[in-house]
């Protein structure tokens, strides 16, 4: 029995070794493509005249232009809050220019803004528009190069503005749009029939993005193009679409873009209305999300809206769940990638944050929060120690059996079971707690990886940012050529000694190779999680040491030396 539990940890370590190794610990769930089986003639209709496209195309054949050129080249309405600033081009009414004023790209005291959308013509383009779409060639509707004409200076949560655009046929395209404090923009899209005749317009929106490499490495966060349609997630991987490519989907609610690790732009669609969201690959290393709503009738002498929402900001995990609340918006949390242990990793974030918000440092607050998961194991831990404890007690008699019945496993595993029973030991009380741990383990590493909150936050010492390794590497105290993979921080060297001291207080194996293999344990997860978060290694060491606490007077408590 002893060999199956010792065959059980091992297996168990070694699991998750592979999985940290091959970062595959969170399987994505497949994405749930749905059919179009409505009639498809009024959609194919629609779609031969984009004209979007023909300006996209365009852009993409024209020469490269600096993000400052493009940004002098048209006339701009100014974007301004206390989280975001940049522009509009009034020529397509493009967002084209957006910076988050709160984060920046490295820590570094001058560290430039992110930027987060940047004009077409530029190195990496990445932008977002919106308008109308006419199955009747002889109407102008506005594309990229309608100029569009705006009263106001700046758009700011206290001041709206309102874009005209008229075809000279009788239709004036009228825009309304609002900013909140943070990172959400309302657009109202209004159209004037000054005509004697009914004017049928399809409304659409897309956002369209050039990325340096198709080819992300694998990462635990979903990194591509998202969204929540028909109440499913959607998450499509930028290698996974050809060029002229596109996945195809009827909604009636949801919300589509893009997303990175710490950053999305989204528009998110009038849940009334039924909507043709496609996700596709325009060129090499260009993708475009769009959608084209249901046709709407304008009649003579009157006006018609439609209502769309753009988030394009910092993944903040409490401000999307109040947009998500307070705008009915389906799963906007999932803009965050909570992965498969979403009950666990979104709680452990809100706990984390509370404790941020009492201390005052993410460092002391990830401490805190493993010194509570102890607590909160500390009753089923104390009966793993107890078993260990009297596991290790019986050591002697337990190689006197293996010794005696060496050549009968039958009578040796007879002779066991009975030294169990004597003795009241429960060999399989030492696993839940290991069970129980991995969860805790794998939704805690996710959190670090995905809460922006996380990201560039400092501790003590060294560490300035909990979301990234430790930089207190080997090669930079000892001045040693150290080969990247072995080159790891103090904490990580720390956390390999706590958890080789907790080991050697557990029952050693009677099999020479199982002892061999956990005494490369420790090594093993010294240098793998050397890359890994420092907040993470933080987490662990503490857990190991307060382990060693309780697993030690737990050992005084039942005579073992």
Known sequence: MQEDIKRLYLTLLVAMVALFLFNKIFPKPVVQETEDKSSGAVVEKVEAPLKQDEAKIEDLAAPMISVDKALDADARLVIENDDI??????????????????????????????????????EMPYYTEMGWISTNPQIKVPDAHSVWTVQQAKLTPDSPVTLEWSNGQGLKFIRRISLDKNYLFKIQQSVENNTNQDVVLYPYALI????????????????????????????????????????????????????????ITAFILNNEQSHKVKYKKTAENTFQVDYIGEALTIQPKSCLSNDIMLFAGAKEIKLLDSYKKNYNIP???????????????????????????????????ILLFAALLRLLMFPMANKSFESMSKMKKVQPKMQALQETYKDDKVALQKATMDLYRKEK??????????????????????????AIEIRHAPFIGWIKDLSAPDPLVISQWS??????????????????ITMYLQQKLNPAPTSKDQARAFMLLPLIFTFMLGHF??????YWTLSNILALIQQKVIMAKNGVK
């Not at 709160?102 to 959308?117: C, G, V, W």
């Not at 930028?238 to 195809?248: I, R």
């Not at 709680?347 to 918000?357: A, K, S």
């Not at 978060?533 to 933080?538: P, Q, R, T």
């Open 331 to 365: 799963k906007f949390d999932l803009a965050v990638d909570f992965g498969w242990y979403y009950f666990l990793t979104k709680p452990f974030f809100y706990i984390l944050d509370t404790l941020y918000n009492f201390i005052g440092n993410m460092g002391w607050a």
């Open 85 to 122: 600033r940049g522009s509009l081009r009034l020529k397509g009414a493009r967002f084209d220019s957006l910076y988050l004023k709160k984060y920046k790209q490295t820590l570094e005291a001058d560290s430039p803004e992110i930027e987060l959308l940047t004009p077409a013509k530029t």
């Open 208 to 263: 369209n993005r050039k990325v340096a490499t198709t080819d992300l490495p694998s990462s635990v966060v979903h990194e591509g193009m998202l969204g929540v349609l028909d109440d499913n997630l959607q998450e499509i991987k930028y290698k996974d679409l050809k060029e002229n490519e596109a996945k195809s989907f009827k909604t009636e609610d949801g919300w589509a873009g893009f997303s990175d690790r710490y950053w």
């Open 479 to 496: 001045h040693l050529p150290v080969p990247g993979l072995l080159d790891i921080g103090v904490w990580p060297i720390i956390m390999g």
């Open 425 to 450: 030991i429960n060999p399989a009380a030492g696993c839940l707690p290991m069970l129980i741990q991995i969860p805790v383990f794998f939704s805690l590493y996710k959190v670090l990886n995905i």
């Open 533 to 538: 978060a420092s907040g993470l290694v933080i």
